[in-house]
């Protein structure tokens, strides 16, 4: 059986981190663990039904009003000499906040041919995504 232990959490996920973030929970047991595209966790009970879980900010489990930068994955022998307590999964802890919809505004200045500077209300995290698929080729100038 597999286990997961949430670890390094904050409660704004744009918070800068200059220490470890909290303990989260230890959830289990599970016969494996599946993501699809980086943003849904999916966790197999032993009983056949998924406890499921989503990455969002951009890389961070969110669980019961954390979100958590790190988690681990680990089997029976280690769950035994951690001295770990399970946790009993909540769906209601599971779901992320809704994002607030905004208007997204993005300014790209050119002269000559060249792209000077791009300015943008959208958070610097999310701003380089969504550029490169709207546009590949500035991405070389952004980085």
């Known amino acids: 059986m597999l286990y997961l232990r949430l670890f390094h959490g904050r409660t704004n996920p744009q918070q800068d981190m200059d220490d470890w ?3 989260g929970p230890v959830l289990g047991p599970y016969k494996f663990a599946h993501t699809t595209y980086q943003c849904h966790l999916k966790l197999g009970k032993p009983d056949g039904d998924c406890d ?12 019961g009003g954390v979100y958590y930068g790190d988690w681990s994955i680990f089997g029976d022998a280690e769950f035994k000499q951690g ?3 399970l946790s009993p999964y909540a769906p209601s802890k599971a779901k992320p906040p809704k994002i607030e919809k905004r208007q997204a505004k993005i ?7 060249i792209c000077q500077d791009v300015k943008t209300n959208i958070p610097d995290y999310v701003e380089l995504y969504i550029i490169g698929i709207m546009c590949p080729s500035f991405l070389c100038v952004l980085r």
């Open 52 to 63: 499921e879980l989503y990455i969002v900010e951009p890389d961070m489990i969110f669980y």
């Open 21 to 23: 973030g909290s303990d």
């Open 107 to 113: 300014i790209v200045y050119i002269k000559g041919g």
């Open 83 to 85: 001295d770990f307590e």
